[in-house]
Structure formats: C-alpha cells, structure tokens
C-alpha cells in the first residue's frame, strides 16, 4: 500500500523578493520590518504594505547561520549565531528573503545579507522556532 502525501500551503502571502529591513524582539515575539510589504497569494497578486509578527518565540531554538559571500560554491566557513545576538549585532542591515519554508512551529527564511560595510552579499538562513501565531500586520 502507498500513502501520499503533498503539502499544500495555506500561507496568505509570499515574502519572496522582499526585503527585511530590521528585526524586534517584542514581548516574547519576533516582529519582521518590510521594505515594501509582501506579495498576496491570490488574485490578482498585488504587493501589500505591512510587516510580520511571529508570537511566543523561542529562544532556544532559534538562530542565524552566516553561510558563504553570495555566489561561491564549494568549501566554505559558516557561522551559527543565536537570534537574539543577530539582532543586537546586526541593526543596520537588509535582509532579502528568497525562500521561505514553513513547518510544524518552524520557520527558515533564507536569502542575502546586505550590510553597509561589505562589498558582498551573505548567504543566510534564519532559523525560527515558535509556539504562537504569525501575524501578517497589514498597514492601512
């Protein structure tokens, strides 16, 4: 006998492209600045103006893993850094998202680093545990 299984998303909107442009820490939730919004997933696909909050953020198992400059491939020198750090580290920054994956409490959101003193971009992958809702904050 074969099961299959084929995940269907229910997620109201798409991050891809976009770009963070800071990251709180707010009452034990993550809230994600937006440049620009995010895309609508249903027709007729307009860009929305508004920012996420992730509730009930896990500290513990949550963090930024620094992969390599954009474009190399092969061996290379990552860094895992705790998400709190990343935030105090990191405020003047933006982050372009280019994949996101959702999973059972789990979020990884990864894509470029721009930082104002790098020539280069940096591969990263933000790594997010939770136990409450996403918020997807539209601005009116």
Known sequence: ??????????????LHDMFVSKIEFIDNNIKFYFENGYIELKEPYKQVDGNIIIEDFDLDFSCVYFLSENGQYGDFKGKKMEFLD???????????????????????????????????????????????????????
């Not at 105090?88 to 680093?113: D, T």
């Open 86 to 140: 990343f935030i105090k580290n990191y405020n003047n920054f933006y982050f372009e998202v280019l994949n996101e994956m959702y999973g059972y409490n789990q979020v990884n959101y990864s894509g470029y680093l721009s930082l104002p003193d790098k020539e280069n971009l940096i591969d990263i992958c933000i790594s997010i545990y939770y136990k409450g809702n996403i918020i997807y904050e539209l601005k009116d």
């Open 1 to 14: 006998m074969n099961v299959v299984y084929k995940y269907q998303s229910t997620i109201p909107y798409s």
